[in-house]
């Protein structure tokens, strides 16, 4: 039976570490600040800020959620991110996606100041991960490392694969990987022959967005499986990997939920203690 990576313990502990960095950031007068910008009223979204807020308070940071009507001009969005750029109060800015489909999400994104792009989506700070040099990293991306490490998978030399190539789960968590010296392998829907790479992985990761798209044949006896996918099946919310049976050949395996998704909040709010702190200095 597979080790449990259990996200929720992780990041009970994650924010008791971020609890004490933020209260000597605020003794020294410099409470951090997220602002989130909100467009529209998608429920899952709506979900999404009111936990980013509910962690700001737990940590004790400043947090201000932005609400914008859904037919938001691309330019009253741009004018807003520009205000909380300028705002020495604010040390994180996060745009929820998706955003409504008229506006440009790569456009708002670049107008974001890099130093406060908590996210980590900007382009200098995705350039930053692709070329090695220290940035503001993604979130999901960040409490995948974070878990795997907590838990002492080793990583150097072992084959890694990442099963999804979007530019805030599959591109990052590959490039972080790399980095710990894996050797990487990057699968997608025009991967031929999917399972015949996900069958040499030490370490498989699954971000896809399709329930159970991960079976026992097509896991290495042992390895390690992060499940990213939140998917939702009758009122549940499941994961990408078939807990079950995968769990009886996996050697570790994060849980959906209670898994990575406990990590990427946690992760969050130490973007925005860590963006503080720079500051600070
Ligand atoms: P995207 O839809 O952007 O990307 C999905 C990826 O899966 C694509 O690269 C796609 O390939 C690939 N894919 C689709 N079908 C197949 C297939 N049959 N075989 C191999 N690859 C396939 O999703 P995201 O990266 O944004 O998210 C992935 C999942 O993770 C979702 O369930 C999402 O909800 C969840 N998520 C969870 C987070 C958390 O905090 N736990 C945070 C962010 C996301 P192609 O590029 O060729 O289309």
Redesign the pocket.
């Known amino acids: 039976m597979a080790v449990l990576l259990d996200g929720k313990a992780l990041a009970a502990g994650l924010m008791a570490d971020l609890k004490l960095r933020a209260d000597a950031l605020k003794a020294r007068g410099k409470t951090p600040g997220l602002a989130v910008i909100l467009v529209g009223d998608d429920p899952a979204s709506q979900v999404y800020v009111r936990n980013k807020g509910k962690a700001c308070e737990d940590l004790g940071l400043l947090s201000e959620t932005i609400r914008l009507p859904q037919e938001t001009s691309q330019q009253d969005l741009e004018t807003q991110i520009e205000q909380l750029n300028r705002d020495p109060r604010i040390d994180g800015i996060l745009v929820q996606l998706p955003l409504p489909r008229h506006l440009d999400e790569a456009v708002a994104l670049r107008r974001i100041a890099p130093e406060k792009d908590v996210d980590g989506f900007h382009i200098e700070n995705a350039g930053r991960l692709f070329t090695g040099q220290s940035g503001v990293v993604a979130c999901?991306p960040k409490?995948i490392l974070y878990m795997l490490k907590k838990a002492q998978i080793p990583l150097a030399g072992k084959e890694a694969v990442v099963?999804?190539?979007?530019n805030?789960?599959?591109k990052p968590v590959a490039m972080l990987l790399l980095n710990e010296n894996c050797t990487v392998t990057l699968?997608?829907?025009?991967?031929v022959d999917?399972a015949a790479h996900t069958r040499r992985a030490d370490i498989l990761v699954a971000?896809?967005?399709?329930p159970r798209?991960v079976t026992a044949d097509m896991v290495k006896p042992g390895a390690a499986v992060i499940d990213?996918?939140?998917?939702r099946v009758d009122g549940k919310v499941v994961g990408?990997v078939d807990f079950e049976n995968v769990e009886k050949v996996a050697g570790y395996l994060s849980p959906v939920p209670g898994g990575?998704?406990k990590m990427?909040i946690g992760m969050l709010m130490e973007n925005t203690i860590e963006a503080a702190e720079r500051k600070a200095h």
């Open positions: 999901t409490g099963i999804g190539r979007s805030i789960v599959g699968c997608h829907s025009r991967t999917l971000a896809v967005g399709k798209f990213v996918g939140i998917n990408d990575v998704g990427t």
